[in-house]
């Protein structure tokens, strides 16, 4: 009755689920959170990527939305779990005006103007003292606890991560679900269509700005949602972390998957370029170096992804299909 | 230092200004004048027909990777004296991306125009307004213009597929 | 049904349509001919939206269409096929086909990014029509076959299947026989005959002269962007400046 697939989900979700109570060191578990993170914004890189639309300013998104939270908790005094889906609605307000200008250039031009808009936001960051000016907001609070039933309550403190684990796996769920119901319904088939041809979309009556400016809206938002999250898990914020520079990273982890598979890529990416210098024992100043190879080889010969070479191993099996038929 | 109407210039910025002159006119004329400029010009407009043309394309693209690269050199090693060296200059590499694009893809004069024209807003704008605020504006201004002429400053623009 | 009034594209300095008069009456077959060049893609894209005119107008049941862009001017019932073959080429045929039922929906947006039942009957609903129109253009055999893997008088039947989808008014269908062998034309003349008797109207551009007096009611001949001739197929067969114009100067050349 169950299909295969959903057995396959929930069985991951479990294993998610139970991840920080077999990997105990709090260290790794932070490398976990960040691998959540950069494969939810991957996903927002792939979504807008689907309708032709290629986005170096997911990273500023993400920023708006850190910087964001972090202002209302702290400037404002909200509790953060009113400062988190409020800097949400903020990033997806601000997405949408910004959206529309930026949209409106069609692909190339929009490549160069969030390009712009990515340096822009740093700067403003930096700049204005009321962001903490390049030194960045330091000692952001915490996420108040949450009362469990039968347990007691869920303290954020920064020593012990697992608490926010569950945070970040709960919102990467609700995006991923989030993401599939759209990409299941006609607003994702657009998408597609518009992608592979926006000619013939258009001529079909789907409006190609609308369209775009709507998976622009979505995936920015997902992006500052994730942000608002890393402001009060990190607790410090620097203008410099959110830069054109982030956003190819996550273009990388997205290709590293493969960007035919909208969920599954960004996981598999993201895991691999977090975990992996870790285990090379590459530095901080060196990584770049890594990430730049890995970036060659994958134009070179890898670019449909890692995943997408279970595609050609998938069509090695099919017969060729080029025989000519007759129309009656 | 070189006084130029009340404007004091060290001789290495002099030797900077006029070095770089010479390479824009050098290539200027590598670009209008010799076969392998003209082959350079013929394969950016048309791979497939220069190639009728006995033009190996594969070997100006090449050719053309070397240029750029030696220009990008000479403009760091030119700079070195008169402006600080460190590990992340070229960083700025995203940067000249957005000014070329203003400058409008494909057009020489245009890039030219360009940096000159963005290097004074920065320069003068970070003497009378505050540091960030200048650069602020500075990428402001540029994705302004590009939004009313996609083409950049000298309104061409190469047309770029992105398949 | 379509009116042109005075429509003029220029590109650069070149008019591909030049001051064209254009009229197309309701439920019949119209032929758009004329040599390479002609402006009859280039009036199509601009009666499709893809391309606003110079100056000039068109009319679409007495409304002005002009400057209205593609996706609207798909709304208002006129579709189009494609000179290349414009397929979704990673989609099976069925979903191609499918996709062409985008503007029909009636359910909320909202209610279809929740999968509500109703949107989801909606949904089946339209796979159903879509396999429909396959066996109505004798294609339900390939429903699952990926696009790009279709001979090419099969995409190009797509195409046509995918513009009847909208369910148009107004088809434009661009060079519908081109790179078909005999049989395949046939099959689509008939088809394009079926098409019109649906109540359809049809502006046929097309380069094989047998399609064309086969099935067309009236003929408009282009040249330059103008329009040269009009008439019945047997007048305009035997018009000499048509002749003159798909055979070159050379002849009034020798002539003079």
């Given at each position: ?20 109570l ?13 691998v ?156 597609r ?13 789907m ?25 009060h898990?990190?607790?410090?914020l ?51 170096i ?39 | ?74 403009a ?88 | ?16 349509v ?69 397929l ?28 509500t ?18 066996k ?11 696009a ?90 035997s ?7 798909y ?10």
């Amino acid at each position: 009755m169950l299909s295969r697939k959903f057995i396959y989900i929930i069985l991951v979700i479990v294993i998610l689920a139970l991840l920080p109570l077999v990997v105990r060191n709090p260290y790794y578990i932070h490398l976990f959170i960040m691998v959540g993170i950069n494969a939810i914004l991957a996903m927002t890189f792939i979504l807008m990527l689907r309708t032709g639309l290629i986005c170096l300013g997911i990273a500023a998104f993400w920023g708006i939305g850190a910087y964001a939270s972090a202002m209302l908790s702290m400037k404002l005094g909200l509790p953060v779990w009113l400062s988190l889906p409020a800097a949400a609605v903020i990033t997806a307000i601000i997405a949408a005006f910004i959206g529309a200008f930026l949209v409106k250039q069609g692909g190339f031009g929009f490549i160069i103007q969030t390009l712009a808009f990515g340096f822009i936001i740093v700067l403003i960051f930096g700049t204005f003292q009321v962001f903490g000016g390049y030194v960045g907001i330091v000692g952001i609070s915490h996420p108040e606890p949450i009362p469990i039933p039968f347990v007691g309550s869920m303290t954020f403190t920064p020593i012990s991560k697992m608490p926010f684990y569950y945070l970040m796996l709960f919102l990467a769920l609700l995006m991923v679900l989030i993401l599939t119901a759209f990409y299941s319904s006609t607003a994702g088939r657009a998408w597609r269509a518009i992608g592979l041809s926006a000619h013939l979309a258009e001529s079909l009556g789907m409006n190609l700005f609308n369209y775009r400016l709507l998976a622009f809206i979505i995936a920015s938002t997902i992006a500052g949602l994730m942000g608002s999250f890393f402001a009060h898990y990190f607790g410090t914020l620097v203008p410099g972390s959110f830069g054109p520079f982030k956003t190819i990273n996550v273009h990388v982890y997205a290709i590293l998957g493969g960007i035919n598979f909208p969920i599954l890529g960004p996981v598999i990416g993201s895991l691999i370029m977090t975990l992996v210098p870790e285990f090379l024992r590459i530095t901080e100043g060196v990584e770049p170096i890594f990430t730049g190879i890995i970036m060659i080889l994958l134009v070179l010969f890898l670019p449909d992804g890692l995943l997408g070479l279970t595609r050609l191993w998938q069509r090695r099996g099919k017969p060729s299909e080029n025989t000519s038929h007759h129309m009656n | 230092m070189v006084n130029v109407g009340g404007i004091r210039i060290s001789y290495e910025k002099v030797m900077l200004i006029g070095l770089t002159l010479g390479v824009i006119i050098g290539l200027h004329l590598l670009l209008q004048r010799t076969k392998i400029g003209r082959a350079m010009r013929a394969v950016s407009f048309n791979p497939d027909v220069a190639a009728l043309q006995a033009v190996n394309a594969n070997l100006v693209y090449l050719g053309t990777m070397a240029v750029g690269c030696a220009l990008a050199g000479f403009a760091g090693g030119v700079m070195a004296p008169v402006f600080a060296v460190s590990p992340k200059m070229g960083g700025v590499t995203l940067l000249i991306i957005l000014v070329v694009m203003l400058g409008g893809v494909g057009s020489m004069p245009g890039a030219i125009l360009s940096g000159l024209i963005l290097g004074q807003i920065l320069s003068f704008g970070q003497y009378f307004l505050e540091s960030g605020v200048a650069q602020i504006i500075f990428f402001a201004a540029i994705a302004i213009i590009l939004y009313f002429k996609p083409g950049g400053l000298s309104g061409q623009a190469q047309q770029i597929s992105l398949q | 049904m379509l009116e042109a009034i005075k429509l003029t594209k220029y590109f650069g300095g070149l008019a591909a349509v030049n001051e064209l008069n254009l009229i197309v009456n309701q439920n019949e077959i119209l032929g758009l001919i004329g040599p390479n060049g002609a402006g009859k893609t280039t009036f199509f894209n601009v009666v499709s939206g893809f391309f606003p005119p110079t100056s000039g107008r068109v009319l679409f049941e007495g409304r002005d269409i002009s400057q209205l862009e593609a996706h609207d001017i798909a709304h208002r019932g006129i579709s189009r096929t494609f000179q290349a073959s414009t397929l979704f080429m990673k989609l099976s045929v069925l979903d191609n086909v499918f996709t062409g039922y985008h503007m029909s929906y009636r359910t909320g947006f909202l209610k279809r990014v929740l999968h509500t039942p109703l949107a989801r009957k909606e949904e089946e609903g339209f796979k159903q029509k879509a396999l429909e129109t396959l066996k109505f253009m004798g294609m339900a055999s390939l429903k699952d076959e990926l696009a790009a893997n279709l001979p090419h008088g099969y995409q190009r039947t797509l195409g046509i299947a995918m513009a009847l989808a909208t369910n148009p008014k107004l088809l434009l269908l661009d060079e519908p026989a081109t790179g078909m062998n005999l049989n395949e034309k046939k099959a689509v003349i008939d088809l394009i005959r079926r098409i019109r008797d649906m109540g359809i109207t049809i502006i046929l551009v097309e380069h094989d002269m047998k399609v064309v007096m086969d099935l067309c009611d009236r003929i408009i001949v282009l040249n330059f962007g103008q329009k040269i001739a009009e008439g019945l197929p047997e007048e305009i067969k035997s018009n000499r400046e048509v002749v003159e114009a798909y055979l070159g100067k050379e002849e009034s050349k020798n002539a003079a």
